[in-house]
């Protein structure tokens, strides 16, 4: 089975720049989860959705973060304007309902680097 | 606030000794406690999971979990340097309907051939 697809793997773009990052969760599972990974601040968890409905998003740092999951198959990390700070790691991980409910399993991750 | 702490190391074991990583967490209603294992520059990796108190053994892994010590530990037996790694403890909020978990900043592991 595939697992959770992002894209890109890397992104490099200059302060005020829009970035999207996407994700394919792992078919057949219905909980989508966004994280961002820095050294100083550990893996933190931004927003998720059940469903492609929100459920959770503050930990969205600020306005300038949007998510979208427009089908069960495909959601959106957009970041406008980019910003020096945005750069970190950026993981989407999946899930399903049912006993293994809370394990989540992880994309490859996004590096984005704003200069 | 909700907090996942663990030594950030760097733990250093000989190869073949045991491994022992600790995870203290401050939300007395957490329900549910996972280790995952992080590669340097790849993706978390889910190792173990725990839901009642106790051992819980998987190969050369053994997940303990003590929910009135809010303390859950990670036993590698047999250490290989395929081991060396960051590990990730993880805990869910609170359970019931919120399926958030809240990750510690992770402990480095090396294995000493």
């Known amino acids: 089975d595939a697992g959770v697809i992002q894209s890109p793997r890397h992104e490099v773009t200059e302060m005020g720049q829009e970035v999207t990052l996407r994700c394919k969760p792992i078919s057949g599972h219905d909980y989508l989860f966004w994280y961002r990974q820095t050294m100083m601040r550990g893996l933190e968890l931004l927003i998720y959705f059940n469903n492609n409905v929100p459920i959770d998003d503050s930990g969205m740092p600020e306005d300038r973060f949007s998510a979208k999951m427009p089908n069960a198959s495909f959601s959106t990390l957009k970041i406008q304007p980019s910003e020096p700070r945005d750069s970190a790691v950026y993981f989407c991980a999946s899930s399903f309902w049912g006993v293994t409910l809370y394990e989540q399993y992880f994309g490859p991750g996004t590096r984005l680097t704003v200069t | 606030q909700k907090e996942v702490e663990q030594n950030s190391g760097p733990l250093s074991v000989p190869e073949g000794a045991i491994a022992s990583l600790n995870c203290t967490y401050s939300?007395?209603?957490?329900?549910?406690f996972f280790w995952y294992r992080q590669y340097s520059g790849k993706s978390p990796e889910l190792i173990m999971s725990i839901y009642s108190n106790g051992d819980k053994e998987d190969g050369r892994f053994t997940a303990q979990l003590n929910k009135a010590s809010q303390y859950v530990s990670l036993l590698i037996r047999d250490s290989q340097p395929s081991d060396s790694a960051t590990y990730l403890c993880?805990?869910?909020?609170?359970?019931?309907?919120?399926?958030?978990?809240?990750f510690g900043k992770g402990t480095l592991l090396t294995v000493n051939p």
């Open positions: 993880a805990v869910n909020d609170s359970g019931g309907s919120n399926y958030k978990l809240t």
């Open positions: 939300d007395r209603v957490s329900q549910s």
